[in-house]
Nanobody
Framework: QVQLVESGGGSVQAGGSLRLSCAASGYTYSVNAMGWVRQAPGKEREGIAIIYPGGDITYYADSLKGRFTISQDNGKYTVYLQMNSLKPEDTAMYYC?????????????????????WGQGTQVVVSS
């Protein structure tokens, strides 16, 4: 099993920034990708981005490119989501996700919403 713990959410005014963190523990050797997903009230979960241990990144939400940046630490099992120029529509619960599927299978997934390990989420509220 893999456990994921997010932190860094909170309330911020529009135009502000937040940095979310996610620390993985447990059978991290089995993790082949980690990523971020968000879910706004009344909406479906939306994949944001994933990062592979080697550093390759896939962004799933074109609308967020340039404002959101995923990264990882040297140990590879802590990932970050830097969010800049936040907008009220970015208000959502943000989840960290991880997958132990084969890398080539992960690459065919439409979204990190298909990942099999999830954190409890961290709330982000952006006020206008």
């Amino acid at each position: 099993q893999v456990q994921l713990v997010e932190s860094g959410g909170g309330s911020v005014q529009a135009g502000g920034s937040l940095r979310l963190s996610c620390a993985a523990s447990g059978y991290t050797y089995s993790v082949n990708a980690m990523g971020w997903v968000r879910q706004a009230p009344g909406k479906e979960r939306e994949g944001i981005a994933i990062i592979y241990p080697g550093g390759d990144i896939t962004y799933y939400a074109d609308s967020l490119k340039g404002r959101f940046t995923i990264s990882q630490d040297n140990g590879k099992y802590t990932v970050y989501l830097q969010m800049n120029s936040l907008k009220p529509e970015d208000t959502a619960m943000y989840y960290c996700a991880a997958s132990n599927a084969r890398t080539k299978d992960i690459q065919t997934m439409k979204s990190p919403t298909d990942f099999n390990y999830w954190g409890q989420g961290t709330q982000v509220v952006v006020s206008s």
